[in-house]
């Protein structure tokens, strides 16, 4: 069976048609780049925990990155459109996925909305060709979930600001041209933006070794010790953690669509797998209980897609809420995490090797449900928003 027979069996419920020429283009280009470019060479790459360089400057002619900015070399695309380019790269590869969602996401994002006009140009346009790469620097290695509280801190001194402190998990980090520190402003005690430029005296990035998930997304724990950078490298429109959360609403969007990803292509593998093997004599999808489990996988597959566009047309409209952001991630990052090990499911031991892809997807999972807000940290702004409640402080 043919990748094209498989894609145009599963659209079942005809999502193409919801789509714009636009939006099925981007899609459609996304999708042939995976296929030709990342499936065919990432596996090795994920076994020895190494990023695959080689495809930046091929994602770089994609002109992806920015997703729905306009202007500043950025495609200036529909939110489904960006949602659908994180789709198809998630459908490729988790890692190579979330380092473009670092990047172009949670970097550019920041620089977007939090950054003066200056910034923005001085950035945006590099950021947007991939000549440079950005990490975004929450976490710290006591602050994970509770991220309003992060612990580094920032010293205002004569025109420069020190940083000190630590950030944990840090994709990108130790090769990216900036990265976005957050840190509490020891004057004010209110969570900044602050621009860290590679080379920078007291910024120190060290890979994460022993990752089950994302193997080819480099991750690293950094150490800031008296890390100075100039003033006009704060984020000039980051007033207090508001700003940064309001950068991670706009981000769990094109997470969910991440989720959607991981499920299709667990979908397709496992849908594949199940008519090809045989056993006691007949094709594995003959089964009641295989085509039972093809069946809820395409069901939860299809559920989130449905759900993920109309989120992706509120978002466009201006009337996406946080709350709406983190129903989206929890809801389609579990279904997702269930579709997988369904999927490792059908394909018995073979499963669990890289070479059959589904392994890769089933690991991969794993971090698109904890990180951008863990599941439950994500149900807890959806609790928060729907009863008026805060529950997790
Ligand atoms: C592969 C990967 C990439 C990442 N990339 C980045 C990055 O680029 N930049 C960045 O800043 N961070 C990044 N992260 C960090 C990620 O955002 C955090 O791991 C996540 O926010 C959870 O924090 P934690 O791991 O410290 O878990 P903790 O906060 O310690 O939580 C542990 C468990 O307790 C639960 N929990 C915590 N508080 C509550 C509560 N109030 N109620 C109920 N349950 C609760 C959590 O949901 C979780 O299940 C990445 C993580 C991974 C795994």
């Not at 993920?308 to 466009?316: I, V």
């Amino acid at each position: 069976m043919t990748m094209e027979a498989t894609a145009q069996e599963l659209d079942f419920y005809l999502f193409d048609e919801l789509l714009t020429d636009e939006e099925r283009r981007y899609r459609e280009r996304v999708r042939a780049f995976c296929d030709e470019e990342v499936i065919p060479i990432i596996n090795p790459y994920w076994d020895r925990a190494e990023f695959p360089f080689e495809l930046v400057p091929k994602l770089a002619a994609l002109n992806i990155v920015g997703g729905t900015i306009r202007g500043y070399g950025c495609p200036g695309m529909s939110s489904v459109a960006a949602g659908l380019v994180g789709m198809e790269l998630s459908r490729g590869d988790g890692s190579f996925s979330t380092f473009f969602a670092v990047t172009s996401g949670l970097a550019t994002t920041s620089i977007y909305q939090c950054g003066s006009e200056e910034q923005r140009q001085q950035w945006l346009p590099a950021l947007a060709k991939l000549e440079k790469i950005g990490a975004f620097a929450l976490t710290e290695p006591d602050v994970g979930s509770d991220a309003s509280h992060v612990q580094t801190t920032a010293r205002r001194v004569g025109d420069r600001y020190v940083l000190n402190g630590s950030k944990r998990w840090i994709g990108n980090a130790t090769f990216a041209d900036v990265t976005i520190v957050w840190a509490r402003d020891e004057e004010s005690g209110r969570v900044g933006g602050f621009l860290v430029e590679k080379g920078t005296p007291g910024f120190e990035a060290k890979p994460i070794e022993g990752k089950m998930t994302m193997r080819a997304l480099i991750n690293a724990d950094i150490t800031l010790k008296n890390c100075e950078i100039p003033e006009s490298n704060r984020l000039a429109q980051a007033y207090s953690f508001k700003d940064t959360a309001n950068v991670l609403k706009n981000t769990r969007y094109t997470i969910a669509w991440q989720a959607v990803g991981h499920g299709l292509a667990a979908f397709e593998l496992a849908r594949e797998y199940a008519v090809q093997r045989k056993q006691f004599g007949r094709p594995l999808a003959s089964f009641q209980l295989i085509q039972q489990k093809l069946v809820h996988m395409l069901s939860e597959v299809t559920s989130m897609q449905l759900l993920t566009w109309r989120l992706g047309h509120l978002r466009d409209e201006g009337k996406m809420t946080e709350g709406m952001a983190s129903l989206a991630k929890q809801s389609n990052s579990a279904r997702a995490r269930a579709v997988v090990a369904l999927g490792r499911e059908i394909l018995g031991g073979n499963g669990v090797l890289l070479e059959h892809h589904m392994a890769r997807h089933f690991a991969d999972m794993e971090a698109v449900y904890t990180y951008e807000g863990s599941n439950e940290i994500n149900t807890l702004i959806v609790g928060r928003e729907i009863t008026g409640i805060q529950a997790f402080t």
